[in-house]
């Protein structure tokens, strides 16, 4: 019982100690916070001491700074004001001298209208009479020298004109270079073995006749190996032959059917083909805007020749030429070009109606909208129409600077080729005939009749009135043989 007392009061007196001691420290570190907490603050009063002396030394040197400044200004302000008030001083002395001046020169002019006044007075001439009498006395001492004079300047300018005409077209002939060589009347064929020679003759000639009939082209097979000759003055004819030959070769089959089917296709490419080459030759010009309907004239004169001389080359060789002079001249380059370009255009289509190829030209520009000055430039390179500007003497200089190149035209050829278009015409300008081909160098035209038109002695009397005809408008060497053919077809079906 003692014994659990003594435990209860022990117990008493140790929790009593603790307690006391816990106050004690808790009292300390408040004390030792509060400590703390005046610290910082007197720290932070020091530093807000510190900034503010640094705001206060920063708030006068601005102030300084701002000073100085307002003294400079002031400074300039002053030096302006003076600086104005020289110039109002020195305005006022200029004029003053300006109006002493003017005060003088009226008074100068008073003076020479005194003196002429007094001239004329001395002299019976008013100002205009006397002018006139000194001029006409010059002229009359001085007549001989002064119309020397002019004939030396015009000379001289003369001279000089044409020695930079001469320098602008050699230099673009020197600039623009390209071979020529004048267009042959025959094309050459390759077989793959003479055999096939056998074939297109076809038995009794069938086959050659009807090739030669759809084409119009003369086809020579002699002793050449594996090779055959196309002979025609027209190159579009020649074309199509080879192209239907090189079909039927192909193919293997050569009969007068697969000969009319092949002939077609073959008029059919090259149609495509010449829309090709028409724009290939606009697009190595950098026109592209022409209508389609011009570039297929264009591309026509791919198979043209003028005096055995490709018309479409020399036609982009005008083209070149021009571009280069226009610029030399400052013309318009565009219009020069595509004068140059088009102006023989009309050819495509001259040997299919009437007119002359530069009027044929006109009418085929004006009807795609193709600009005026354009066709200004064209008209003029045959002089049929007047020089309408100064385009159109660029075009006609390069049309003769073209042909006359060296090699470029042969005149003998281009005679004999127009004997060769003027026979077709002949025997085409007469009723019932289809189609007419002169052949065998112009010895020989053959004339295909409409079987329904032209009875067989109908065809006679045809090839004597061809004959007669030829005879009274044509000069050739030698004969002309006149071939009328007139063939029937009777086709029948059996059902």
């Known amino acids: ?6 435990g209860y009061f022990f117990r008493r007196l140790t929790a009593t100690y603790s307690i006391n001691s816990a106050e004690q420290k808790a009292k300390l570190e408040i004390e030792s916070a509060k400590n703390k907490a005046e610290q910082i603050v007197i720290e932070a009063k020091n530093k807000a001491v510190g900034i503010l002396e640094e705001l206060k030394n920063e708030e006068k040197e601005r102030k300084l700074q701002l000073s100085r400044l307002e003294e400079r ?34 008074q100068l002019g008073e003076l020479k209208q005194q003196a002429i006044k007094k001239l004329e007075e001395v002299a019976g001439l008013n100002r205009e009479e006397a002018k006139n009498r000194l001029f006409k006395s010059l002229e009359e001492l001085y007549r001989e020298d002064l119309a020397i004079a002019l004939q ?4 001289e300018r003369k001279e000089e004109i044409e ?17 020529h060589v004048a267009d042959a009347t025959t094309s050459s064929v390759n077989l793959p073995n003479d055999d096939i ?43 199509i032959a080879k192209m239907a030959l090189e079909k039927l070769i192909k193919d293997g089959r050569i009969q007068p059917a697969k000969i009319e ?3 077609e296709e073959a008029r059919q490419e090259l149609d495509k083909r010449v829309g090709e080459i028409g724009e290939a030759a606009a697009y190595e010009l950098k026109i592209l805007d022409l209508p389609k309907e011009v570039l297929y004239l264009l591309g026509r004169l791919n198979y043209r020749t003028s005096y ?8 982009i060789e005008m083209a070149h030429l021009a571009t280069m002079i226009a610029q030399e001249l400052g013309l318009d380059v565009e219009a020069a070009k595509r004068g140059a370009l088009l102006h023989d255009i009309g050819k495509a289509i001259d040997h299919e109606t009437t007119g002359t190829h530069v009027e044929l030209g006109r009418k085929i520009l004006k009807k795609y909208g193709v600009d005026e000055k354009v066709i200004q430039a064209m008209q003029s390179h045959h002089e049929e129409y007047p020089f309408a500007s100064p385009e159109s003497f660029i075009v006609t200089a390069v049309d003769a600077l073209s042909a006359a190149r060296p090699g470029a035209r042969r005149d003998s050829v281009e005679n004999y080729l127009q004997r060769l278009e003027n026979l077709e015409k002949i025997a085409t300008g007469f009723e019932g005939v289809k189609n007419a081909y002169a052949i065998s160098a112009g010895r020989e035209i053959r004339v295909f009749v409409t079987p329904e038109k032209i009875d067989d002695f109908g065809a006679l009397q045809l090839a004597r009135n061809i004959a007669a005809k030829i005879e009274s408008e044509l000069k050739y060497p030698g004969e002309i043989k006149v071939n009328v053919v007139r063939e029937v ?4 079906y059996a059902r």
Request: glycine fraction near 6%; charge should be positive.
């Open 1 to 6: 019982m003692l014994a659990a007392i003594l």
């Open 73 to 106: 200004l002031i400074k300039k302000d002053e030096s302006l004001d003076n600086k104005e008030n020289d110039l109002k001083r020195q305005e006022n002395e200029i004029e003053k001298e300006f109006s002493a001046i003017k005060e003088k020169t009226n």
């Open 152 to 155: 030396k300047q015009e000379k």
């Open 163 to 179: 020695k930079k005409g001469l320098e602008i077209m050699i230099t673009a002939l020197h600039r623009y270079a390209r071979s």
């Open 197 to 239: 020679k056998g074939k297109i003759i076809g038995r009794e000639g069938r086959n050659i006749k009807t090739l030669e009939k759809l084409t119009g082209v003369e086809i020579i097979i002699d002793e050449t190996p594996e090779s055959l000759t196309l002979s025609s003055f027209d190159p579009f004819r020649r074309e």
């Open 261 to 263: 089917e092949k002939v």
């Open 308 to 315: 055995g001389q490709n018309v479409l080359i020399h036609s």
């Open 489 to 492: 077809k009777a086709v029948e």
